[in-house]
Every structure is written in structure tokens, then in C-alpha cells.
T-cell receptor, first 112, second 115 residues
Framework: GESVGLHLPTLSVQEGDNSIINCAYS??????FIWYKQESGKGPQFIID?????DKRQGQRVTVLLNKTVKHLSLQIAATQPGDSAVYFCAEKGASGSRLTFGEGTQLTVNP | DTGVSQNPRHKITKRGQNVTFRCDPISEHNRLYWYRQTLGQGPEFLTYFQNEAQLEKSRLLSDRFSAERPKGSFSTLEIQRTEQGDSAMYLC?????????????FGPGTRLTVL
């Protein structure tokens, strides 16, 4: 079945360092992937997305990389700031549906 | 604020009571989704609408759950005869129907506690 999982449930970095959060997915038919940030008590906040016809997409301080060969997705955050501390989820969508399937999340802690 | 809004933000109820939550999507979005999130887990899909039509329902959506979107704008999610296992954050999201701009934007959620 479809599943999306994350490596490393927690990640702790120093302020100013770059962060890399990883995600593995199992559905080779997935055609759309999203990274969300969720702060305590709030709904998930859209960060960046990527379609399966792309390998890399960049936003402001964030980059998403997609490796379809090994079904791996990563989120890179440059110059991590304390405000980046949150739980990060990857989510995938199959080509035939609209539902998102989420992984379990990685708790990112940024130390000042 | 033009984002997705949800009401109430918190709801405490006793087991066996009925509860109803409301979601107001981003105004130009024709798709509306409901998800449920328990502590430490990612959101789980419940159901979604395109305009007024409910197009997909998850197996998680038992017969005690019903969702409506009568005019294709706001939506309500009702849980009848609540159980303690229904305690969770109920999230609503909205999107446009067609790519490339069909990313889902989430509201702040309604946290339900069933005593």
C-alpha cells in the first residue's frame, strides 16, 4: 500500500547550520510531493512542493530534492534559524487521487 | 486573513455527545479536505469535496462521521455518539482542483477532547 516515512524522528542543529530532513516513500506511482512545517498547536504550513518530473526545486532558504530511483525525498534548510524549530512532514499524492499521505514527522530543534 | 479558518478551535465533550466542526476554505478554492491528526502522527485523510460533491471517503470515516459542503463553500464535519478514540485534531485543507497550483493549504485545526 501507499506509505510515506521519515528517517530520524528528531534532528538537532545549531543556529546558522544547514539542515537536511529525509523522507522515503514506497509508492512509485506518486507524482506529487509536499513538505509541511507544523508548529505546536497549529495546522501544517506549506513549505515547498515538487512534481515527479523534477529532481530539484528551490524556494527561499529551502530546497527539495527528489530521487525517484530510490524513492527518496529530502528537504534542505539553509542557515537554520530558531524559528525553523517545528515538526516537518513530507506528504505524497498518487497520480490517480487527491488525498495526501503523510509520514510521521521529524522534530527539528534549532539551538541558539 | 484569507487563509483556511476552522471553528471552534477547541471542543471538549462527553462520550456519546454529538459535535460539529466548521471549515471555511480559501475563497477561490474548489476542493476541500478533512484530515485527522493524533498526537505525534501525521495527518490522516478522511474525505474531500470538489465543490458540493463528496468525491472520496477514507475507511477511517465510520458511519458516525458525516461531512457536508452544501453550497460548495464552507464545510461541516459532524461526529455522532462520540467515543474517546475520536479525540484528535481535525484539520481542514483547501486547494484548487488543477495543477500546477493544487497544493493543499491547511487551517489551524479543531482539537477535540472526548471525556
Amino acid at each position: 500500500g501507499e506509505s510515506v516515512g521519515l528517517h530520524l524522528p528528531t534532528l538537532s542543529v545549531q543556529e546558522g547550520d544547514n539542515s537536511i530532513i529525509n523522507c522515503a516513500y514506497s509508492n512509485s506511482a506518486s507524482d506529487y510531493f509536499i513538505w509541511y512545517k507544523q508548529e505546536s498547536g497549529k495546522g501544517p504550513q506549506f513549505i515547498i512542493d515538487i512534481r515527479s518530473n523534477m529532481d530539484k526545486r528551490q524556494g527561499q532558504r529551502v530546497t527539495v530534492l527528489l530521487n525517484k530511483t530510490v524513492k527518496h525525498l529530502s528537504l534542505q534548510i539553509a542557515a537554520t534559524q530558531p524559528g525553523d524549530s517545528a515538526v516537518y512532514f513530507c506528504a505524497e499524492k498518487g497520480a490517480s487521487g487527491s488525498r495526501l499521505t503523510f509520514g510521521e514527522g521529524t522534530q527539528l530543534t534549532v539551538n541558539p | 486573513d484569507t487563509g483556511v479558518s476552522q471553528n471552534p478551535r477547541h471542543k471538549i465533550t462527553k462520550r456519546g455527545q454529538n459535535v460539529t466542526f466548521r471549515c471555511d476554505p480559501i475563497s477561490e478554492h474548489n476542493r476541500l479536505y478533512w484530515y485527522r491528526q493524533t498526537l505525534g502522527q501525521g495527518p490522516e485523510f478522511l474525505t474531500y469535496f470538489q465543490n458540493e460533491a463528496q468525491l472520496e471517503k477514507s475507511r477511517l470515516l465510520s458511519d458516525r462521521f458525516s461531512a457536508e459542503r452544501p453550497k460548495g463553500s464552507f464545510s461541516t464535519l459532524e461526529i455522532q455518539r462520540t467515543e474517546q478514540g475520536d479525540s484528535a485534531m481535525y484539520l481542514c485543507a483547501s486547494s484548487l482542483a488543477l495543477p500546477p497550483k493544487n497544493e493543499q493549504f491547511f487551517g489551524p485545526g479543531t482539537r477535540l477532547t472526548v471525556l
